[in-house]
């Protein structure tokens, strides 16, 4: 269905169409081209390279949604790394490409002058051609995923892509990792929330947010449905009294929503593993729980192990870079052998456990056969303990690919050799070409996906 504007003689025709028509596609290096002269910028080859990949593609052809892969880490072409000029440019170009779902610029060099183009694009109508008559979609952008980690963003670029997001009705993942947008930057995201019905999953680790946007946060996740997973890694904490915590603790009590959670390195200790567990005894949601690298010890271990016993939701348990030691793992292999039958996947990796401690861990996945992963490397290894897990992996018990540990034997003795398996293998890269199908190789929620981007 079409609203016709206007056709006389050979006056450009303009038809409102609903989000589902898609267009014939466009020629995306041609136009770029095209654009970067009417700019008077000069092209960037490696921009220029993606889109000519991206007309080649069955899934454009098809009418299917691409995302289009321009991370200045790729280490198998030569990279040019998108400015801010660059990225007007690109804009520019997509507001008529609707078939572009997804845009990956990690890595690059834009600043917050280049991210007001990228606010632009998230609000206005998308248009696309099709002979000679202009389509607007009845919808803000199409894109549905965005990665803008690791630029330059500050402050005052999160206003702007925040305040694209009061009224954009597409955008389903945001990835900000490791752009210093700081407090006030969080507290944008934090405002967005109480508005933005659409986003389902958003990353502001390492950011620099601080107390005031993590308990901002928190209270607007007690009333917001619609997001799914939140990172909120490594915020800049000045107190001891695990005030954060608590608050994303009673936020729990009260949100049905959330399925992953990430609290890494928020300097959470026995009483925040206490406040944290008694919340998940009430939330039937969360299935992916993160409190890598903090400060949780062999006692504090206790309340999740418990936990275990009751909890019949979480299916996926970071606790990286503790110290939860042989104590902690006994606590955890007891409830995981004897009562829990929904964790799937656990990392103890650097956890000063040794050889009593995994070999409980090795025992539990014999008697619990619904636990497929586990991360282990980085503790102190016997004999015993490498025996034990060589086993479970030649048994087949333990799929190769779903641990991060491989054994060989030299003089009869059995070792253990890293792999580089884990929950968070693709969190800073993505390989450049292909997708990532197998769950195996990165646990995270591929393991139950929320969504096709999570």
């Known amino acids: ?69 321009i991370a200045g880490n790729n280490h198998l072409v030569p990279v040019q790394r998108v400015t801010d000029g660059d990225v007007q440019v690109l804009a520019s170009v997509l ?17 917050d002058v280049g991210v007001r183009h990228v606010a632009t694009f998230l609000q206005v109508p998308k248009c696309f051609y099709y002979r000679s008559v202009v389509y607007l979609a009845m919808e803000n952008s199409t894109l549905r995923y965005l990665n803008l980690m690791f630029n330059d963003i500050g402050t005052s670029g999160a206003e702007l892509i ?21 407090n006030k930057g969080g507290m944008y995201f934090a405002s967005m929330l109480q508005v933005n019905c659409t986003l389902e999953k958003l990353d502001l680790g390492d950011c620099d947010v601080g107390t005031q946007c993590l308990i901002a946060i928190a209270s607007v996740l007690t009333q917001n449905k619609a997001v799914k997973a939140i990172n909120l890694n490594r ?22 929503s959330l399925v992953e959670l990430h609290l890494c390195k928020h300097e959470i200790k026995r009483f925040g593993v206490e406040r944290l567990c008694e919340a998940l005894y009430e939330n039937c949601s969360l299935r992916y729980l993160d409190l890598s690298c903090n400060k949780v010890t062999r006692e504090d271990v ?25 104590d902690g793992a006994i606590y955890l292999s007891e409830a995981l052998a004897l009562y829990n039958r929904t964790l799937k996947a656990l990392s103890v990796v650097s956890n ?55 054994p060989y034997e030299v003089d009869g003795h059995v070792h253990l050799a890293e792999l580089s398996h884990g929950l968070k293998k693709h969190y800073y890269w993505t390989p450049s070409y292909g997708e990532v199908k197998n769950a195996a190789a990165n646990a995270s929620l591929a393991i139950a996906a929320v969504s096709e981007y999570f």
């Open 1 to 69: 269905m079409a609203t016709l504007l206007g056709c006389h003689g050979d006056a450009v025709t303009v038809c409102f169409v609903f989000r589902h028509v898609m267009s014939v596609p466009p020629d995306l290096h041609q136009q770029y081209l095209q654009t970067c002269q009417n700019l008077s910028q000069p092209e960037n080859h490696f921009v220029a390279r993606v889109l000519q990949e991206a007309d080649k593609s069955d899934n454009i052809r098809q009418t299917k949604g691409i995302t289009l892969k």
């Open 95 to 111: 507001r008529r490409a609707v078939f572009v779902t997804g845009l990956d610029l990690r890595y690059n060099d834009l600043t």
């Open 162 to 182: 925040a305040n694209a997001l009061h009224s954009n009705e597409t955008l389903l993942h945001l990835r900000l990792t490791g752009n210093k947008i700081g």
């Open 235 to 256: 915020p800049l904490l000045y107190s001891q009294e695990e005030e954060t915590t608590v608050h994303i603790a009673l936020m729990l009590k009260n949100n049905s």
């Open 302 to 326: 206790k309340f999740l192990g418990e936990l275990l016993k009751q909890n019949q939701t979480l299916e996926i348990l970071d606790l990286n870079s503790n110290r939860i030691e042989d």
């Open 352 to 406: 000063n456990i040794s050889g009593k401690g995994l070999a409980a861990l090795s025992q539990a996945m014999k008697i619990n056969v619904e636990l497929s992963y586990i991360y282990i490397w980085g503790n102190n290894f016997d004999e015993a303990a490498c025996t034990a897990f060589s086993e479970l992996i030649q048994a087949g018990r333990l799929k190769p690919d779903c641990t991060d540990v491989e």
